[in-house]
């Protein structure tokens, strides 16, 4: 069963079956047997200060409280000692675990997903992720052989420990407001509603309209700002007043959407554009490299170019999108996600310095966001679009060979470039699915090969 409950980059399922306090212990005694003993294979060469220490962390869902309590007896079990640094967003564990140079890190939430799910997103030395290329598979692997629980004869001790004063600075580095900025947030019942209040509250010149910042143990709307029936409450707040602009946060606060003052939805991949842009006239950040998933629009590599840095094209996945980061010592990267990652955060992704980096950008102009924004809108997309394929190798082989005369690659799934019009096609990781992501200079042509892929792929699944 507990085999169920691993995922390609965390542990996550409905609580409390299959994902209990026994699974959570489980996870927590194979996560220390696994940092004791096989983490030199992944992270072989990094030390730490204190390599018999690790974070636990905890969003505000209301079965996060025993599952974390039950994961900290597993990794005490082993002989770790063990940081509680209590209900925190999801960012805030990768600054704890540098911050205590300890040898991991442990989250307990589910993100965006209903309140009936929870999970684990576990990091290793320097807040390093650990999915299944890096040390999930040998966790879960010493998970299912656990039988019962057993000790190796020595508790770890247990502390408590408060750092959000330093997780404010941290934070509060990266923003620089220039003139007074008005902003409505919508929390989603999730961790920005302990999260803003506590990093951005009392900021001068930072007027915040908070909407769904309590937390009631239930989610008014789906905590996904990626789904734009869930950003409804934000834009009719917006409509009450003259905001700079709205900002919604998923869950567990590591991902922001943003909304213009115009109450548009502004893209990932727009905002990554914009960000490198801010990042690369900086003069310490001169010819940096900028990180962007490969889905994004071919916007960002122009502007990329055009600031005098490196674009460095990457596949979807935090663990990918950090790796590349610190191999290349890039400034920035994006994800069409809304995963935002930054080289002085340690390479991580933060919903925290993003909203910040975007509100001082904006206090910099004296225009309105999209005087920003709409100059970066050059191509037109399809969004990501879901077929339900059962034989998916077999359909990108017949992609491939259709696209031939194009310029092709598979970095990820399928990418084919025709020069003014791409298309990349993925494999879903869990279901019967390819998903679509199509761009192109004109509408009319984008109308023109999306009517051709369809006449392949069929029409796009509902719900996805």
């Known amino acids: 069963m507990i085999e169920k409950i691993f995922k390609a980059y965390d542990v996550r399922s409905t609580y409390p079956a299959p994902l209990n306090e026994d699974a959570a212990w489980k996870v927590g005694h194979a996560t220390g047997q696994f940092l004791k003993r096989g983490r030199e294979t992944h992270f072989g060469g990094i030390t730490v200060a204190n390599e018999n220490r690790v974070v636990v962390g905890r969003d505000m869902r209301p079965h996060s409280p025993p599952l974390a309590a039950a994961l900290i007896e597993g990794i005490r079990s082993v002989g770790f000692d063990v940081v509680d640094v209590g209900m925190i967003d999801t960012s805030f564990i990768y600054f704890a ?47 299912m052989a656990l039988k019962a629980k057993a000790t190796t004869g020595v508790m770890g001790k247990l502390e408590e420990m408060d750092l959000w004063d330093g997780y404010r600075k941290h934070v509060l580095g990266f923003l620089h407001l220039r003139r007074p900025i008005k902003i409505a947030i919508d929390g989603s019942n999730g961790m920005a509603g302990k999260m803003v209040p506590a990093v951005f509250g009392g900021v001068r010149d930072l007027h915040i309209t908070p909407i769904l910042f309590e937390i009631t143990g239930s989610f008014t709307h789906e905590p996904n700002p990626l789904v734009e029936s869930n950003l409804h409450m934000l834009k009719e707040e917006m409509k009450k007043g003259q905001f700079d602009l ?50 994004s629009s071919h916007v960002v590599v122009d502007e990329v170019k055009a600031a005098g840095g490196v674009p460095k094209r990457e596949r979807v996945g935090h663990a990918f999108m950090k790796k590349t980061l610190a191999e290349t010592h890039a400034v920035f990267g994006g994800e069409l996600s809304g995963h935002f990652y930054f080289r002085d955060n340690f390479n991580a992704d933060s919903g925290a310095i993003a909203f910040a980096r975007v509100l001082s950008i904006l206090s910099q102009s004296r225009g309105t966001l999209s005087d920003l924004i709409d100059p970066l809108k050059t191509y037109f997309q399809s969004g990501e679009l879901n077929f339900q394929i059962e034989d998916k190798d077999g359909k990108i082989r017949e992609l491939a060979n259709a696209y031939s005369k194009g310029e092709s690659d598979y970095l990820d799934g399928l990418t084919v470039d025709n020069g003014d019009w791409w298309f990349n096609v993925r494999k879903s990781n869990t279901e019967p699915m390819l998903r679509l992501n199509l761009e192109a200079k004109t509408p009319e042509l984008l109308k023109e090969k999306l009517a051709e892929l369809k006449t392949r792929l069929g029409e796009p699944a509902e719900g996805h």
């Open 97 to 143: 675990v540098n911050e205590l140079d300890a040898v991991g890190g442990i989250q307990v939430t589910a993100s965006h997903n209903p309140i009936n799910y929870n999970g684990f997103k576990i990091s290793g030395p320097k807040a390093k992720p650990i999915g299944s290329t890096t040390g999930l598979e040998d966790i879960k692997r010493i998970a």
């Open 246 to 295: 709205g900002a919604c946060f998923d869950g567990d606060a590591d991902r922001c959407m943003f909304i213009d003052e115009k109450g548009q939805t502004i893209g990932c991949d727009i905002l990554t554009a914009l960000i490198a842009k801010d990042f690369l006239k900086q003069p310490a950040n001169k010819g940096s490299t900028i990180v962007y998933d490969l889905r």
